[in-house]
């Protein structure tokens, strides 16, 4: 209950700031509200797109907190928390090292619509996990699905990037990755680009046939 009273508060306090205005893509969550509180959760979840084009302004940090809470609020093994968060909505960083990125990948920056190497998101939230724990992964997995669904409740798009953090592991990105100060034997696993959506895109199909009942 605790931590459901802080979520709604930090929620309150994003619409206080103007952080949490909806997006065009948030009418069906909105929408979702007015019905019961399960229906509205899986509103969101079958709301939910990867985000590949967003606005230039980066996620308030008191919008973004609450997400981050969610995050560190999922469920992982034996209570290890085998994770390590690491937030940057500095332009000069993500800029920085998307020159490195262009440089490295030139047909990269070929498309009339690239901005950055985190799929153009302004604010990009960097997970990494313990191998010490064979269960790290997927603890890390179960955090990040947290905060996407938190911030699509919010009108906040994202989209979970592998891509960029293989390239930080490479010897020309080591300083940036250096920068985020992982502790000793943390492995950077991946990244999520969050941001306010400039595209509404289609749901893709899903093999329902994957799924099936066990007697």
Same mark, same amino acid.
């Given at each position: 209950m605790k931590t459901w009273k802080k979520i709604v508060g930090g929620l309150c306090l994003c619409a206080a700031v103007g952080g949490c205005a909806p997006s065009a893509q948030d009418g069906k969550n909105a929408a979702a509200e007015a019905g019961s509180p399960s229906d509205a959760v899986v509103e969101t979840i079958m709301a939910r797109r990867s985000i590949r084009?967003?606005? !230039?302004?980066?996620?308030?940090?008191?919008?973004?907190?609450? +997400?981050?809470?969610?995050? +560190?609020?999922?469920?992982?093994? @034996?209570?290890? @928390? =085998?994770?390590e968060v690491r937030v940057v909505d500095n332009p000069e960083f993500i800029n920085g090292l998307t020159a490195l990125y262009t440089k490295a990948n030139?047909? !990269?920056?070929?498309?009339?619509?690239?901005?950055?190497?985190?799929?153009? !998101?302004?604010?990009?939230?960097?997970?990494?996990?313990?191998?010490?724990?064979?269960?790290? @992964?997927?603890?890390?997995?179960?955090?990040?699905g947290n905060m996407i669904l938190a !911030? @699509?409740?919010?009108g906040i798009g994202s989209c979970c990037l592998g891509g960029p953090a293989r390239f930080m592991e490479t010897e020309e990105a080591a300083g940036y990755l250096e920068q985020l100060g992982? =502790?000793?034997?943390?492995?950077?696993?991946?990244? +999520?680009?969050?941001?306010? #959506?400039?595209? =509404? #895109?289609?749901?893709?199909?899903? +093999?329902?046939?994957?799924?099936?009942?066990?007697?």
């Open positions: 084009q967003y606005k !230039a302004r980066p996620v308030n940090r008191d919008t973004l907190q609450v +997400i981050l809470d969610c995050g +560190i609020n999922a469920p992982n093994g @034996q209570n290890k @928390q =085998s994770w030139p047909k !990269a920056a070929e498309d009339p619509s690239f901005r950055n190497m985190f799929r153009n !998101a302004p604010t990009v939230v960097f997970i990494a996990n313990d191998p010490s724990y064979d269960f790290s @992964q997927v603890d890390c997995g179960l955090l990040g !911030a @699509q409740s919010m992982f =502790s000793e034997g943390y492995k950077l696993l991946y990244c +999520i680009g969050f941001g306010y #959506p400039d595209e =509404s #895109p289609a749901a893709k199909p899903r +093999i329902r046939e994957k799924v099936k009942f066990v007697d």
